[in-house]
């Protein structure tokens, strides 16, 4: 299967979400967790590309565009990487976003939830339906994007420094699931 990675943000344009205690930045986070999907899933046997771009969707044409190269290879499944942050720091746990419930899509996103939340124990926050996320919006083929934790809650944030290929271990395995349960 033809399988599309993008690690969100872009090291050195857009950080993300930023644990300052820590000077850890989500774009570092997430390429070096969506390489390590990469890595399991070829592994596997799967086709992978991996994107992290400054242009989502033709907002900044100097960047390649990650929706028209997901949509033009095309990919079969399309995966976002993300860190969640939020200003109450209480505000912990994995959560995956799909377009619409009613998608292949959200079938996916139970798989690499479930997957996370038993590997490393993050609090279980389930699957949204966000129909304004513009990878989500803007690809043609199932896409999830997933949050691995939140880089403003201390222990999530462990996690986020220290468990990098746990998640990428998750992320694959989900994935892997799915495939051979449909
Ligand atoms: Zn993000």
């Known amino acids: 299967m ?4 993008n690690p969100g943000h872009c090291i050195g344009r857009d950080p993300g979400a930023v ?3 820590y000077g850890i930045e989500e774009a570092a986070v997430v390429a070096n967790v969506g390489a390590g999907v990469k890595n399991y899933l070829e592994a596997a046997g799967h086709e992978l590309k991996i994107l992290q771009s400054d242009n989502l969707s033709g907002e900044n044409p100097i960047y390649p565009n990650v929706c028209l190269k997901a949509n033009t290879w095309p990919a079969e ?5 993300h860190c969640n942050s939020f200003t109450n720091a209480r505000a912990h746990g994995t959560e995956c976003c799909v377009y619409s419930h009613w998608s292949e899509a959200d079938r996916v996103a139970y798989y690499i939830q479930n997957k996370i939340v038993e590997k ?3 609090f ?3 699957v949204k339906e966000r129909n304004n ?13 997933v949050e691995l934790a939140f880089l403003s809650n201390e222990e999530d944030c462990q996690k986020l420094m220290y468990r990098q290929d746990e998640f990428a271990q998750a992320i694959a395995e989900g ?8």
């Open 2 to 5: 033809k399988i599309f990675i």
């Open 19 to 21: 644990n300052e205690k």
């Open 77 to 81: 499944l399309f995966i976002s990487i």
């Open 120 to 122: 490393l124990g993050t």
């Open 124 to 126: 279980n926050r389930g």
């Open 133 to 145: 996320l513009i990878v989500l919006k803007g690809t043609n083929m199932p896409a999830v994007l």
């Open 175 to 182: 994935i892997l699931d799915y495939l051979s349960d449909n």
